[in-house]
């Protein structure tokens, strides 16, 4: 079978190099691309490593020649909800100017297939739950507004230059490669479940739960977590799918289930066996109360089915990686 070329933007992060490391367990050449802003080169387990910015359209025309990429998968963002409401510069710059910058270098080069990381972000407020493709999408934060933004401009690129994209619009990633090589370290920590991991290691001597009146049964944020190795497959199956000359497309990406930050902290305590102090703090600015998929498009259209459905089951491979990995990646060193 005629394999493709993949062009990975962002593939040294922490969803980024789940979904390398699926590619290359299926023989793809892999190129990634990363700037090490937030990524660490120790986390790419193979393929070609480049280290430049996916803005920078001279390197990216090169990369594509050089060789041969027919199709990108594009996760290089900022992605941190309450940063992109302090920093919304950041994130236009970032997700918007270089991803329009990055795409047009695309077609440029010829390349007709794109899978863009996009997120549970563009809805806003659910008006129902859970959540499927046809709601309206009024982003509550800057950074789900860039992502919705890139979405409607794959959608001009593909009228005027024939680009195919499948955007997967996640909900929230978590947990980490059950084999315990790569996992979740980001610098600063913003994510709820490395948090708590970090309290449950001695790291952090508390953990805030941000919000306690909210429209939910226990007051605090419902949020669909799936697994990070789940996530990588159904970029596999969105690749083969446009390999496939299949239409572009929009597939929500969750277990379909919410759970609670209390319900969180309660999982976490009861897989790892440890206690760590819980406080209640105000909301986090641009946080939706509820964010819950429904998934059955990716069921129906793309056989996609997630192997780990159960929250603890998340939980037990990310403590799996945080207890045998306390301080994360070795550090990026220059010229490496
Ligand atoms: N983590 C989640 O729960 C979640 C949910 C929905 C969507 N997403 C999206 O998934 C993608 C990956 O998220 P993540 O959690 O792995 O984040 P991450 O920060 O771990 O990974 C992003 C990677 O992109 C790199 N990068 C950033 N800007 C770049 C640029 N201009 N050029 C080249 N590299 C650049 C960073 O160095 C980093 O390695 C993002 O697009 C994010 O918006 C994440
Ligand atoms: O110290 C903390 C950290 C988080 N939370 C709450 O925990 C939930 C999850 O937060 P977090 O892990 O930061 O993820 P989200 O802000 O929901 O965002 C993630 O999930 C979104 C999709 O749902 C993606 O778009 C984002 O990129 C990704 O970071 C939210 O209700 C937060 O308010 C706390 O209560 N205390």
Redesign the pocket.
């Known amino acids: 079978m005629f394999m493709m070329n993949v062009l990975v933007?962002?593939?040294?992060?922490?969803?980024?190099s789940h979904v390398v490391k699926e590619l290359l367990k299926r023989d793809y050449l892999v190129v990634t691309?990363?700037?090490?802003?937030?990524?660490?080169r120790d986390a790419v387990t193979g393929g070609v490593f480049v280290q430049?910015?996916?803005?920078d359209s001279v390197l990216v025309g090169e990369l594509v020649k050089q060789y041969r990429i027919n199709a990108v998968v594009?996760?290089?963002?900022?992605?941190l909800v309450g940063e992109s409401m302090t920093r919304p510069d950041k994130y236009c710059r970032?997700n918007l100017s270089?991803g329009v910058e990055f795409l047009t270098a695309l077609v440029q080069a010829g390349v007709r297939q794109f899978i863009l990381?996009?997120?549970?972000?563009v809805y806003g407020e659910p008006e129902y739950t859970p959540i499927d493709e046809a709601h309206t999408t009024r982003p509550i934060n800057v950074?789900g507004g860039t992502?919705l933004m890139l979405e409607q401009i794959l959608n001009w690129y593909e009228q005027a230059f024939g680009l195919r994209y499948v955007a997967l619009?996640?909900?929230?990633?978590?947990g980490a490669d059950p084999e315990g090589n790569i996992g979740?370290d980001?610098d600063p920590e913003t994510?709820l479940i490395p948090l708590i991991m970090q309290a449950a290691l001695g790291k952090r001597d508390k953990i805030t739960i941000y919000g306690t009146d909210y429209p939910t049964p226990d007051g605090t944020c419902l949020r669909d977590y799936i697994h990070v190795s789940d996530l990588a497959v159904a970029h596999i199956l969105a690749l083969q799918a446009l390999e496939a000359g299949a239409a572009s497309a929009v597939y929500n990406l969750g277990n379909e289930r919410g759970h609670s930050v209390r319900e969180v902290v309660d999982a976490v305590r009861r897989v790892t066996g440890q206690d760590f102090t819980v406080e209640e703090g105000p909301h986090r600015e641009g946080d939706p109360a509820v964010l819950v998929a429904s998934s059955r498009k990716i069921k129906e259209c793309l056989n996609w089915q997630p192997r780990y459905g159960e929250l603890e089951d998340i939980i037990r491979t990310a403590w799996a990686w945080h207890s045998s990995h306390p301080g994360g990646y070795p550090k990026n060193k220059p010229g490496r």
Request: charged letters at 15%; a negative charge; glycine letters at 16%.
């Open positions: 933007t962002g593939g040294a992060g922490y969803i980024g691309l990363d700037n090490l802003s937030k990524g660490h430049g910015d996916c803005g594009h996760l290089a963002a900022d992605s970032n270089n990381s996009s997120t549970a972000a950074y992502k619009r996640y909900f929230n990633a978590a979740e980001h994510h």
